[in-house]
C-alpha cells in the first residue's frame, strides 16, 4: 500500500501562485509515475501534469503547461506542482495519484493510489 498526504491548498487570490505538495509513503518505492489531477462538483476529474521516476519526463496537460510546473524529489517521496496567476476556474479539489508503472498518463483509472485532496479556494 501507498499512503498519499497533498498539502498547500486553501485560500488563494485570484492574480497569485499556488503550490502544492503530495507525498508519498508506505511502499513508496513501489512508485514510478505521480501525478496530479483535480476535481470541481459534477465534473470529471482532470489531468494536470505528472513525472516519471527514473528519467523524470515530466507531461502536462495542454491546457495548464503554460502556468503549471511540477517537480519532483524521489529521496523524499514528494512531487510538487506550481500554478501560476490563479483564476477563479482554478478553483477544486486538487489530487495526487501515482501508479507502478511509467510512464504518466492522462487516464484516473491508470492510477493505483491517491490521496484524500486538498481543496484550493480562489478568491476574486
Known amino acids: 500500500q501507498v499512503q498519499l498526504a497533498e498539502s498547500g491548498g486553501g485560500l488563494v487570490q485570484a492574480g497569485d501562485s499556488l503550490r502544492l505538495s503530495c507525498t508519498a509513503s508506505g511502499r513508496a518505492f513501489s512508485i514510478l509515475a505521480m501525478a496530479w489531477f483535480r476535481q470541481t462538483p459534477g465534473k470529471e476529474r482532470e489531468f494536470l501534469g505528472g513525472?516519471?521516476?527514473?528519467?523524470?519526463?515530466?507531461r502536462y496537460a495542454d491546457s495548464m503547461k503554460d502556468r503549471v510546473t511540477l517537480s519532483r524529489d524521489n529521496a523524499k517521496n514528494t512531487l510538487f506542482l506550481r500554478m501560476n496567476t490563479l483564476i477563479l476556474e482554478d478553483m477544486a479539489v486538487y489530487y495526487c495519484?501515482?501508479?507502478?508503472?511509467?510512464?504518466?498518463?492522462?487516464?484516473?483509472?491508470?492510477?493505483?493510489?491517491w490521496g484524500r485532496g486538498t481543496q484550493v479556494t480562489v478568491a476574486s
Open positions: 513525472v516519471s521516476r527514473f528519467a523524470n519526463i515530466t
Open positions: 495519484a501515482t501508479r507502478g508503472s511509467n510512464p504518466v498518463v492522462r487516464v484516473p483509472p491508470s492510477y493505483d493510489f
